[in-house]
């Protein structure tokens, strides 16, 4: 697997085999609707952090299933050599087809804001599987590509301006080359020390050094 996948919301594809292997050992997810060929369909899983009792020498993944399955969210372990090159999660422009019509307008214009938005969450789950994940009381997930410095109070300002007037909530988190984000709404508030989120872990930092530091 490539290091690409060493960030947080990366996608990757399960080698088949692997994954039936895995299944294996995981009868309680074996058993849960769409998992059992999950892989074969092609469909990704996702990195998170690892927690007490993941094993080291294995990628933690996430897979969250539809409502319609019981909205779970899965968690596993595979071995590096079981995934495929990471994708990134798609582009906000990409799966706007996926969307409820109301979101449409919402959704040009936060594409008018940053053109690189990507979603990751329900609508992001939609895209990639065809599934239905979204309903009516849906968020919509977003990841924003950190500008540089001087641009960030503009970027988050325009965010806000577009959720005042968005059918559905919007959050997500603006998000650095090297993959530590933050969450806009943190950001917006302006407060000296942020939660910086990264695959190894949270932290609390500078505001001033997360913005400078994340491109």
């Known amino acids: 697997m490539a290091e690409r996948t ?6 990757v594809r399960v080698e088949p085999a692997a994954w039936a292997a895995m299944l294996a050992t995981r009868p309680d997810l074996a058993a849960l609707p769409w998992v ?81 938005v990507r979603v990751f969450g329900a609508l992001a789950w939609q895209t990639l599987t065809g599934l239905t994940y979204l309903s009516e009381t849906s968020d919509l997930d977003l990841l924003w590509p950190m500008p540089p410095a001087a641009k960030v109070e503009a970027l988050l300002a325009a965010i806000q301006r577009v959720e005042a ?37 949270v932290a609390f930092e500078a505001r001033a050094t997360f913005v400078e530091a994340a491109r």
Do not use: C, F, Y
């Open 36 to 116: 059992g060929d999950w892989a074969l369909r092609g469909w990704p899983v996702m990195t998170r952090r690892a927690v007490d009792g993941d094993r080291i020498d294995h990628i933690a993944l996430g897979l969250p299933l539809p409502p319609s399955a019981g909205k779970l969210r899965l968690a596993l372990t595979l071995p590096p050599q079981a995934l495929q090159a990471a994708t990134p999660l798609p582009t906000l422009d990409a799966a706007k087809a996926h969307a409820p019509a109301a979101w449409r307008d919402t959704i040009e214009l936060l594409i008018a804001v940053d053109p690189g």
């Open 6 to 11: 060493r960030r947080r919301h990366d996608l």
């Open 165 to 201: 007037q968005a059918p559905m909530r919007l959050d997500g988190e603006v998000v650095g080359d090297g993959g530590d984000a933050v969450n806009w709404r943190e950001l917006l508030l302006g407060e000296d020390q942020v939660l910086v989120k990264r695959l190894g872990g």
